[in-house]
C-alpha cells in the first residue's frame, strides 16, 4: 500500500481494490430485532404483535437493527486498515431475488494487518422490497440453508490517514435456516367454561432453533394440532410474542 501510494493514487485504489475483491467473509450468526424506533409500532395489526420478519408488516420504512458476527479472512498488510463505511444492498442470493434493503454499518471495522479478523459488526438494515423481505423471512422460517449476497462500495483508511473511497464489494454466503421450526409438545391441558361450549386447548409447546438467525422477536406462531393419521382437529397459538434465540 506504501508503495503504491507513492506510485499514485489510481495505482493504490486499484490496489485496496485488489485485496478486498480476495477477502473471505464467513458469517456464522445474525441478530435481527425491530430498530429502536420501531419496537411495538411496526406491525400492520396489531401494536407490537410482528418480528421484524413477519410477514404482516405492511410498512414501507421498515428498519431492522442487525448484529453480526463472523469472520473476515484478508491478506497480510503492510499497515494498519480499517473500513469507515459500508452502504451495502442485501439480498437473497438465490435466483437473482431483488434486493431487501440497504445495510449501513453503525461503527467503523478495524482491520489491523489482515490476517483471520473477527467480525462482530452492528448496523441497520432500511427495506426497500417488502416482497422480497417476506420471500427472504419465509426462506429462513422454513428453510434448512439459505444464501445471502451482499454488494455495494466501501471506505477504507489505511494509516497513515490514505483514504480511498468507492471500493466496490460483493460477497455471497450461506447460513443455515430453522428447517421449518420443528416443534416438540411437551404438555396438552383441555377445558370447556360450561357444557356445549367450545373446548380451550392449551399446549406447551418447545421449538428449536438449529439456524444462524437469532430473532428478538420472531413474532407470534401459530400451530395445528393433528391427531397421529395427520387430521387436524385444533388451532393454538402464542399468546404472546416469541423470541428464537441461538
Not at 396489531?46 to 463472523?70: E, N
Not at 421450526?181 to 432453533?209: D, F, I, K
Not at 413474532?219 to 428464537?244: C, H, K, N, P, Y
Request: proline fraction near 5%; charged fraction near 15%.
Amino acid at each position: 500500500l506504501l508503495f503504491t501510494a507513492f506510485a499514485g493514487p489510481t495505482v493504490a485504489s486499484a490496489a485496496v481494490q485488489f485485496l478486498v475483491d480476495r477477502s473471505v467473509l464467513t458469517v456464522t450468526a445474525l441478530h435481527l430485532a425491530p430498530s429502536e424506533s420501531d419496537i411495538g409500532d411496526f406491525g400492520s395489526g396489531d401494536p407490537g404483535s410482528a418480528g421484524p420478519l413477519d410477514v404482516s408488516i405492511s410498512r414501507s420504512d421498515l428498519t431492522v437493527a442487525i448484529q453480526t458476527t463472523g469472520e473476515l479472512r484478508l491478506w497480510l498488510l503492510p499497515v494498519a486498515c480499517t473500513v469507515e463505511r459500508m452502504d451495502l444492498a442485501v439480498a437473497h442470493a438465490s435466483g437473482g431475488a431483488a434486493p431487501v434493503g440497504s445495510f449501513q454499518a453503525l461503527s467503523p471495522l478495524a482491520v489491523g494487518f489482515g490476517g483471520r479478523v473477527p467480525l462482530h459488526l452492528r448496523g441497520a438494515l432500511e427495506v426497500a422490497n417488502l416482497t422480497a423481505q417476506h420471500e427472504l423471512s419465509a426462506r429462513i422460517i422454513t428453510a434448512p440453508e439459505l444464501s445471502l449476497s451482499v454488494a455495494g462500495s466501501v471506505t477504507v483508511r489505511a494509516w497513515p490517514g490514505l483514504l480511498f473511497e468507492g471500493i466496490t464489494l460483493a460477497k455471497q454466503f450461506r447460513l443455515r435456516g430453522m428447517g421449518g421450526l420443528a416443534a416438540r409438545t411437551t404438555a396438552l391441558h383441555l377445558s370447556e367454561s360450561y357444557p356445549g361450549s367450545e373446548v380451550t386447548l392449551e399446549a406447551e409447546v418447545e421449538a428449536q432453533n438449529p439456524s444462524s438467525f437469532e430473532l428478538t422477536p420472531l413474532g407470534e406462531i401459530a400451530f395445528a394440532v393433528q391427531t397421529a393419521a395427520g387430521s387436524q382437529f385444533a388451532a393454538v397459538a402464542t399468546d404472546g410474542l416469541v423470541s428464537m434465540r441461538q
